[in-house]
């Protein structure tokens, strides 16, 4: 059964530093996403990208972060200068079509930093 | 604005036993709505959604969840759990934008601990 992965599983980093959360969502899908869970938090919407563009961002997505889809198979999530706030476990998801697709996620990349 | 609401953190429950995880919506418009676990150091893996139709919905492992348009709840309950079942669930409900794509807005999950 296809999967959405990300990598890498586990990252830590010094504070300022940039970061580059991978994943690679299923094949056929158009739509892709970017949550995050901050621990003992709620799992938060970041971004949701289509036909090689932000469709919607969140408050949180501000301009230390971006997003690319670099090639025909890879989403990149890039944390231009970390902060300790941050720390979190990232997940990338990505869905077929728009609104009633479910959206499948991949297992997240736990963010350190320090 | 959209808002889920899980009332149980935790719900230890013993095994073969039935169990039911609470989940409360606030939307002001029609609503997808979604429920997802997570096993340890895993993804999150969708259990089963309600788009439209039969309000029972049935979904894998056994479990299945009920829409409740009048409460705006969305249930998830098994008739009996096993020691496989421990694990974290999350409720969800979809916020469609003006250009057909959602976000999904989670509920803060539920831990299960099924006990032998």
């Known amino acids: 059964e296809p999967e959405v992965t990300q990598t890498p599983s586990h990252q830590v980093t010094q504070m300022g530093q940039e970061v580059i959360l991978r994943c690679v969502p299923i094949s056929n899908h158009l739509y892709f996403y970017w949550y995050r869970q901050i621990l003992g938090q709620k799992v938060e919407f970041l971004v949701s990208?289509?036909?090689?563009?932000?469709?919607?961002k969140s408050e949180i997505f501000d301009d230390q972060f971006s997003v690319e889809r670099p090639d025909g198979s890879n989403f990149t999530l890039k944390i231009r200068s970390t902060k300790l706030e941050d720390s979190a476990m990232y997940f990338c998801a990505s869905s077929e079509g728009g609104s009633q697709e479910t959206q499948y996620f991949g297992p997240g990349t736990r963010l350190l930093v320090l | 604005a959209q808002s889920v609401t899980q009332l149980d953190s935790q719900v230890p429950v013993f095994e073969e036993a039935p169990v039911e995880l609470r989940c409360n919506y606030s939307s002001s418009v029609s609503v997808y709505l979604f429920w997802y676990v997570q096993y340890p150091n895993q993804g999150l893996q969708l259990l089963l959604k309600?788009?439209?139709?039969?309000?029972l919905v049935k979904g894998i492992n056994g479990f299945e969840a009920e829409f409740n348009k009048s409460q705006t709840s969305f249930h998830l309950r098994k008739p009996s759990v096993h020691i496989s079942d421990t694990a974290e669930y999350f409720c969800?409900?979809?916020?469609?934008?003006?250009?057909?794509?959602?976000?999904?807005?989670f509920g803060a999950g539920t831990r299960l601990a099924v006990h032998p």
């Open positions: 309600y788009l439209s139709g039969s309000t």
């Open positions: 969800a409900v979809s916020v469609k934008f003006s250009g057909g794509y959602n976000k999904l807005i």
């Open positions: 990208f289509y036909n090689n563009e932000i469709s919607e």
